[in-house]
């Protein structure tokens, strides 16, 4: 978050010189070597401020001294990791306060994740889309935005990336549907049991929906077909502005720069805002029986929930024995019992 310094040092410190000096009968030539070491002190500290200020202004960093000199404010929000409930709610929150604020006039969306739950990622993505229509936003993309992570910010107005950027896996990760047995006493026909055709249908919804979303996002931009699209494969930055995924090279401080213009600021504060955390939990994690969702550090049967289908990109997403973020000494256990008890839950 940025603060603003409302007061110069040059002008705190000089006043407190001045009242020094009043209190004797010394005519300026007659200061002290103590008087004059401070002046000298401030001086120095003048001319530091003076070059943080000159450097902050340039890239127009929060923070500096000229901020009450500046147009408006860049809004850097960082989203990182799974996309799951929390970091949805937390994105959601963010942007309403941001909309709700008169002094940002332009989010970035600093983007590295995986991807995540379908529920989250749509309404993340709406809230997006309301942003951009009262500011602008641009997406930046650091390591990877995959899947669920591409969904969501398909709205912004531009798409920036690096050339080491992985961009894509436009499509629907899911385990096979598996009939289970009927309940007892069911008191209408879909409470009999496990419909695996219905259930068919329900994921090729959802990743045509995924699809669609992109194809209409995108627009004229994309330059492949409905079929390249839904084979869910991934691009290195410079081919995704090739091919449409992407709209430019270039660094996290270019889209801030971009978005400022687009905003019409020639100087500008930049806010940042985290939504996410690449440790945090709940977190993803990969077994032999798939992919589950972890919700404890020191996690109890309970805590773990296979992740029947999701938006993500199944390689960016760690094996449970590679996480160091779970603390369980019997982690694999308890992971397998899980799976075993609720094998047929919903992520």
Do not use: C
Request: hydrophobic share 35%; charged share 20%; proline share 6%.
């Amino acid at each position: 978050m940025s603060s603003e310094e409302t007061d110069s040092p040059a002008t705190e410190s000089s006043e407190g010189v001045n009242g020094s000096s009043s209190t004797g009968q010394r005519t300026p030539s007659e200061t002290t070597s103590g008087q004059r070491y401070a002046i000298i002190l401030l001086a120095a500290v003048a001319a530091v401020v003076a070059g943080v200020a000159v450097v902050s202004l340039a890239f127009g960093v929060a923070g500096s001294s000229a901020a009450s000199d500046a147009d408006g404010t860049v809004a850097v929000v960082s989203i990182e990791g799974p996309i799951m409930e929390p970091i949805g709610e937390n994105l959601e929150d963010e942007l309403r306060e941001i909309r709700g604020n008169e002094s940002i006039d332009a989010v970035v969306l600093k983007m590295n994740t995986p991807g995540g739950a379908p529920a989250p990622t749509e309404r993340m993505y709406l809230s997006i889309q309301r942003t951009n229509k009262q500011m602008p936003v641009l997406a930046s993309v650091q390591g990877l935005s995959a899947s669920a992570g591409y969904y969501m910010m398909t709205p912004a107005e531009d798409i920036y990336a690096l050339p080491s950027s992985q961009i894509g896996s436009v499509g629907l990760a899911a385990s096979a549907p598996q009939p289970t047995p009927p309940v007892q006493g069911p008191s209408g026909p879909d409470k009999r049991g496990s419909n695996t055709i219905q259930q068919w249908a329900q994921l090729e919804a959802l990743g045509n929906n995924f699809i669609e979303t992109v194809m209409e996002q995108r627009g004229d931009r994309i330059e492949l077909s409905r079929e390249e699209v839904s084979t869910a494969k991934v691009f290195l930055g410079v081919t995704s502005v090739e091919n449409g995924y992407a709209d430019e090279i270039g660094s996290l401080d270019d889209a801030i720069e971009d978005a400022a213009s687009r905003a019409d600021l020639e100087e500008y504060q930049i806010t940042e805002r985290e939504v996410g955390g690449a440790q945090s939990i709940p977190i993803f994690a990969q077994t032999d029986s798939g992919i589950v969702a972890i919700y404890d550090e020191d996690p109890s049967i309970a805590d773990i929930k296979p992740v029947d289908h999701a938006l993500v990109y199944r390689p960016a997403v760690p094996r449970l024995e590679e996480l160091e973020t779970v603390s369980s000494p019997d982690i694999e256990e308890v992971v397998a019992k899980a799976v075993e008890e609720n094998g047929g839950d919903d992520s």
